[in-house]
């Protein structure tokens, strides 16, 4: 089996790379070919018991999506997209890589489709910024579409076209929701919720981070071991029992600031608690009320998604994931 | 004031164009220029105290859109599209038209928008076709994107844009979702709701009628007269009232084919009801079973947006609006 991942650089796509590279198959299938693309060059796997292409691209180019479509993969990972402040700051760059890359890479299989009945797997991540606040106490699977960004509104439109191609049989596919990614692994980064990880990534690398809510701030959180399981399920699962309806609420955990808090103290001890520093920012402050606290998301949940339990096994995974391997290198 | 009608020769974009040129304003303003355009030539309106211009041309064309915009309209009302069973069948024309060519004209706003702080309002008319079932007893305001057809992804895109180039501030866009325009004047059409209106407009015509469904059927209806007051009430409404959530269920009327005959026969007797022959086509059976019946249209009819009352107003105003005119020709 071939598998395309676009977006392959990112940290959701180096885990992907990671985990089929380990398994050396999704599902039951094999994999014996993996293309790796991005607009930088992603890392080549360590270890691939297979045919590897690792290459840099701008995906915003037709001819781009022809060409990667061409080579038939049987599954195609769509992770790839101008994040949300980008796509803020420069609107045309937004639409052209969100937006018309989409479009692009799904117009190249309808067209491979009309040839030669050509038919993959889609999986498309999209988020929880398809939602806008005023919001009720737990989002519902039926809740709408009210992107209060141009990245919210990129994906929102993705998830359309997704599910009107698939309609249509030119492909399978599946979009998920995911919610905000915790632990982030690497450096602490400007996102404005970056700071949900960095209060416990940072500490438990015995460096101080700072915070710059109220503990009692709500957030809807997946881990990423959890996130990456959420795409090879999306992988493999029966399309049928989506239907029509093929963009889903992933689970998560919802958490306040402080049960973070409580989870890094009881796995990490108080040492590492104190080296958050209380320092409100009315900017960041102000961007978090807008978002998403809570879902019930009962569709994915009974469709076989699995999110995290708790904060002290995100922590655990995390130590496991990330600082064992850190040690060993 | 210069308005600008997308979509002119269609059967709301002449109502609307007679709707401005008898009163030769729209709200408080006076319109001293109107600008018609459709695929065909719009006809020129009888009498208009201003300057007139109709155009046949293709909006999936972003130099025509330039050229529309490059007039400086005030008001822009985008009423044209590929309907549901063309953009169903031709896949590439329903998504040049309605997502591209609705896409040309935003970016040519946004284009002068950024050159010199043009603004005008934006009057698009989306569908109920945005929702698919299942669907609950009555659709509120917050239900969710889930189309069903091409049209109606391609409508639910449209006011995604929409709402995002108005955050933006490129223009002040307003969506306004239509219930089935019910009685259509003109032609039985072969649209596959066609029959709500045929068994009402032709006895009324003293014309034999199909029914093709049973009297059970329920739907949602809006009159010409009614839907043209949306547009104008659109065009003049404070839009700090809707604020990031633009695209407004416009309010209707919820009736039964059973109901529709019985103001039949209260409003032209038993000679016209028996006009109607019952003949089940179990293909527009299957179709209008996937079909809204009802809304819960609460927020547009806060903001001033007038439903009809019952089908016994709706078929008395097609007899002033329709066939007293027609008698006088």
Redesign the interface.
């Known amino acids: 089996m071939h598998v395309l991942i676009i977006g392959a650089a990112g940290m959701l796509g180096r885990k992907l790379t990671q985990t089929i590279c380990r398994s050396g198959q999704i599902g039951d299938s094999h994999v014996d070919r993996l293309s790796l693309i991005d607009v930088i060059e992603p890392p080549a796997p360590p270890a691939f018991n297979g045919k590897v292409s690792t290459v840099a691209t701008d995906i915003a180019d037709p001819l781009v999506m022809e060409r990667l479509v061409a080579t038939r993969p049987d599954i195609i990972f769509h992770l790839a997209a101008v994040v949300s402040a980008e796509a803020e700051l420069d609107?045309n760059k937004g639409y052209a890589v969100n937006l018309d890359g989409t479009r692009y890479l799904f117009e190249a299989i309808?067209n491979a489709h009309e040839r030669e009945g050509y038919k993959p797997r889609v999986i498309f991540t999209s988020s929880i910024a398809v939602f806008?606040a005023p919001f009720p106490a737990q989002i519902t699977d039926?809740?709408?579409?009210?992107?209060?960004t141009?990245y919210g509104?990129q994906k929102?439109?993705g998830e359309?076209?997704l599910?009107?191609y698939s309609?249509?049989g030119f492909f399978d596919g599946i979009g998920i929701r995911l919610p905000t990614v915790c632990i982030r692994p690497g450096k602490p980064n400007k996102a404005a919720s970056g700071f949900f990880s960095n209060i416990l990534r940072e500490p438990l690398a015995g460096l101080p981070a700072v915070l710059p809510v109220a503990d009692s701030v709500r957030h809807w959180h997946v881990s990423p071991r959890r996130a990456t399981g959420f795409l090879v399920h999306a992988a493999t699962l029966d399309l049928a029992k989506t239907g029509?309806?093929c963009v889903l609420n992933m689970p998560g955990l919802s958490a306040t600031v402080a049960e973070q808090i409580e989870a890094l103290r009881r796995q990490a001890g108080n040492a590492a608690v104190a080296l958050i520093r209380r320092e409100a920012d009315p900017l960041i402050e102000a961007i978090v009320s807008g978002w998403a606290e809570d879902f019930d998301a009962r569709r994915a949940i009974e469709l076989g998604f699995v999110a995290d339990e708790s904060f002290d096994e995100i922590i655990r995974h995390h130590i496991e994931d990330e600082l064992s391997e850190r040690q060993q290198l």
């Open positions: 609107f309808r806008g039926d809740f709408f579409l009210t992107p209060r141009s509104t929102a439109i359309l076209l599910a009107d309609r249509r029509y309806r």
